[in-house]
């Protein structure tokens, strides 16, 4: 009996964490809507990388550079349109 109880906290734990988590997407996207074009496609990029608090940086960095380098997005304004792009996809994870 007590291993039910244990898998229904998580179950509830889990649950939990996945509706905060939409919020977060929420503002997140909230947040890329105000972002100019490229800014938009580093942020989809980075989305779709699914990273993590430790690894954003990183991937916003891969993911911005390889926009550049493909010719998807302006390189001059590219450091910016990275950086806001990076804090909206942080406000969906935390």
């Known amino acids: 009996m007590t291993s039910w109880k244990t898998i229904a906290a998580a179950a509830a734990i ?47 960095e891969r993911e911005g550079r390889s926009l550049v380098m493909g010719g998807k997005i302006a390189r001059g304004p590219a450091r910016e349109n990275a950086t806001g792009a990076g804090e909206c996809a942080k406000l969906g994870l935390q």
């Open 14 to 60: 889990t649950v939990g964490a996945s509706a905060g988590a939409r919020a977060d997407k929420a503002a997140a996207d909230a947040c890329a809507a105000k972002l100019n074009p490229d800014g938009k496609a580093v942020y989809a990029a980075v989305v779709a990388a699914n990273p993590t608090t430790e690894t954003l940086r990183s991937v916003v």
